[in-house]
């Protein structure tokens, strides 16, 4: 494996440094930083392509020096101590980061399931939320996770963090235009009869138990502040809410936790459905 020290904060080490901070520079370059073992494992187990790892000097785990020989790579880098702890975003500075190689985002209705779960997320805003919202379609069994308008950075450092090994494990793909979304979903329609876009709502609407998500869906969920584009809202077949205490103070859930309960919901039904089969 080819190794090149670094000594100073050269700058070598001020790239990877611009890729934790600076969102424009990230997607110049095509690649983000990634750190925790769940992450780094999860990346190599799906296929991304590692770049190059960042290590300290000295002896390294058993877990660190397989994959420094086993992951290809264009180069790998040795710091030392108190620049490898400057670069991480932990308490007790990880032994092993990585420079990732971004996908590109692709909208095929051809890779889903036989009967299609997705999930839209409308201009995400925080970034333990979009965390968390590919954390729970990742748990659920969701097919995909669509990102519209200008949001957070799918490729934050506190997002990649906050989603865990799901970040490298479900299909996220960014969609700017509105255009090539609603040619998706025709086309969606055209291979999946009966596939409906349920749009979520705090507003009082159907109760989500009353909605048949059992057959081929797109679930919506709109920004934290703004909620669901009126625009989406339009084209959605239905409209739905989960119903709260007549005397409850909050006046609806954090954007992640309702979409959570939307999708377990839907396999909740599902698997109803498949045990009425049996």
Known sequence: MAITDIYTRNNVYQHFQVLKT?????????????????SINEAVRQGWQVKSFLFGKGRLSDWADNLLRTVPTEMNYRLPAELLEELSGKTDTSELMAIVRMREDELKAGDLSENPFLVLFDR?????????M????????????IMTGHSVDLYDPDVVV??????????VVRVSDNN???????????????FQMVGTTAHKQNPVYEVDLTGPVMLMVGNETM?????FKDRCDILCTIPMAEDSYASSFNVSCAASVMMYELTRQRSAKGREIL
């Open 124 to 132: 995400p805003s925080n970034k333990g939320n979009l965390g968390t």
């Open 162 to 171: 906050s989603a865990m090994g799901s970040f490298f494990k479900l299909p």
């Open 227 to 231: 909620g669901l584009n009126q625009a």
């Open 180 to 194: 090539a979304l609603w040619d998706f979903v025709a086309d969606v329609r055209r291979k999946h009869p009966g």
């Open 22 to 38: 600076n969102r424009n520079k990230r997607y110049k370059a095509g690649e983000f930083f990634v750190e925790g073992v769940r």
């Open 134 to 145: 590919i954390r729970s379609c990742d748990a659920l069994g969701a097919d995909m996770l």
